[in-house]
Structures are given as C-alpha cells and as structure tokens.
C-alpha cells in the first residue's frame, strides 16, 4: 500500500522488469523499464507514458544511456503554479 501511495505521487519510476513498474504504470507514473534478456515485446509495463531500454545483461547497461531517456519521459509533464504536476490525458 505505502509503495503504490509513493508512485501516485512520481513522476517518473526507473527500474528493471518487475512488478513495482507495472504497478507505476498503472498508477500513472512514466516508466522507464530496463530490461535484460527477457523480450519487453511481451512483459513491459502498459501505459501512456512507458519507454523500455533492453541489454543483454543489465551489468553492461550504460548509466548515460537512461539518463538521456528521462527527460522525453518527464517533458509530459507540466507543472502548475501551484507547484502540483499535471499529467496529460
């Protein structure tokens, strides 16, 4: 429950192929899924904001390669005088 909490409120969730990042998908959140070996044709996330990066293995997956995607990820994203975010759609 304090997971889910936490991703309602995010922008943005990095993580590799699991659960967590379905969930953040769902929630509304921007997914940057980092897949290994196993085929994001049919396990990543589903969402309006989901961007996979894939390596062989995630021991050899370059930092800068995920921190050149994030900010097309977040450029969704407006933020209000307010200082609260809206989300498009």
Known sequence: ????????RSDLFIGNDSGIGHLAA????????????????LWKPVGAHVAVIRSAALAEL???VVYE?????????????????????
Request: net charge neutral.
């Open 26 to 41: 769902v929630l509304g959140c921007a997914v940057l899924s980092l897949f290994g070996p196993t085929d994001p044709g």
């Open 1 to 8: 429950m304090a997971v889910a909490a936490l991703l309602a």
């Open 62 to 64: 370059p930092v800068d």
């Open 69 to 89: 995607r994030i900010p097309e990820l977040l450029s969704a994203r407006t933020v209000t005088p307010e200082g609260t975010v809206r989300r498009p759609g």
